[in-house]
């Protein structure tokens, strides 16, 4: 007896992941692209776009408490690629000296007071709020990664 397997074929292109996590990111939907980053980063700790992700999104909501340990979590990740050819690679440098001039300042500074985090939270959440991490994104993509 001969067994047939029947396999669907679909005409639809590969998801871009990156349009369609900043076109959410622009459309107010940031939990579900938070919700994005916590799902690749269940599936890889060290999945670099989940944590360009997670950073972005913690640096958008001024979450202080995680911001630190987001961005040098992405340094590590960055320094780690071995590709020397990679868009992300090739970046390393900058990206390395933005973030840990960020964390750096970030121990200097004490913090908003709790109403004004509150009013920074809120003004999160208005659409368009541009992503502060979006070419790091696209090197990511345009590597493969993404």
């Known amino acids: 007896m001969l067994g047939l397997s029947c396999v669907a074929q679909t005409n639809q292109p590969p998801v871009d992941n990156f349009a ?8 107010g939907y940031k939990t579900n692209v938070l919700a994005i980053a916590e799902q690749r980063l269940a ?10 992700l997670k950073m972005e999104y913690d640096f958008s ?13 992405v340094i ?4 780690a690629i071995s590709n020397n050819n990679s868009h992300v690679s090739s ?39 541009t992503m502060t991490f979006e ?8 590597d493969g990664l993404f």
């Open 20 to 27: 369609l996590v900043t076109n959410l990111w622009y459309q």
């Open 76 to 79: 590590h990740a960055v320094q």
């Open 91 to 129: 970046h390393t440098y900058e990206i390395t000296n933005e973030l840990s001039s960020v964390v750096l300042l970030l121990r200097d500074v004490d913090g908003p007071t709790p109403a004004g985090l509150e009013h920074d939270r809120a003004e999160a959440l208005l659409v368009p709020e």
């Open 43 to 52: 599936a890889n700790s060290n999945d670099l776009a989940g944590l360009v």
């Open 61 to 73: 909501f001024l979450n202080f408490s995680s911001i630190s340990n987001s961005m040098l979590a």
């Open 135 to 142: 070419d790091y994104l696209k090197w990511i993509h345009e």
